[in-house]
């Protein structure tokens, strides 16, 4: 119950960073494409919320929700699809910055580069923690 608690509060938490990206470009006008990310993040942060919260009201859907939460088969594929994004994202981003170099695009390589870094950080420090830890 605790888990599926916390789960409720970050989808909200990810309709309001939706409806902040929405109000943002409302006010600035930035462009469609953050109105379109914000109403995308928004209803599928309701949905998913409305649909735990469901889910936690029901004591046999909360049951097998648990069960199939705690599953070694989907704890062992969510953990190759999300090593596979990694480093399909970090080859991805090298090949922008290589690409991004050539063209002259220093700023947005650089940028790029940063972010890169940033991500290779906090995996190297979670993977430290984790490491003490299990």
């Known amino acids: ?20 990206l929405m109000i943002t470009n ?5 462009n469609s494409m953050a109105f379109g990310l914000g109403s995308a993040l928004l209803v599928i942060g309701l ?3 409305i649909q735990l919260y469901k ?11 648990e069960m199939i939460q705690n599953e070694e088969r989907l704890k062992f594929i969510s953990n190759k699809s ?10 991805v981003q090298y090949i922008a910055m290589i690409v991004l170099t050539i063209m002259k695009q220093y700023n947005y390589a650089s940028l790029i580069s940063y972010i890169t870094s940033i991500q290779v950080l906090i995996y190297l420090c979670s993977y430290y923690v984790f ?3 299990y």
């Open 1 to 20: 119950m605790k888990n599926i608690k916390r789960k409720i509060l970050c989808f909200l938490a990810i309709s309001l960073v939706g409806l902040t």
């Open 26 to 30: 409302s006010i600035d006008e930035m």
């Open 47 to 49: 949905i998913k919320g």
């Open 55 to 65: 889910v936690s009201k029901d004591k046999e859907k909360l049951k097998q929700y």
């Open 82 to 91: 999300s090593s596979l994004t990694w480093y399909i994202t970090l080859f």
């Open 131 to 133: 490491n003490k830890r």
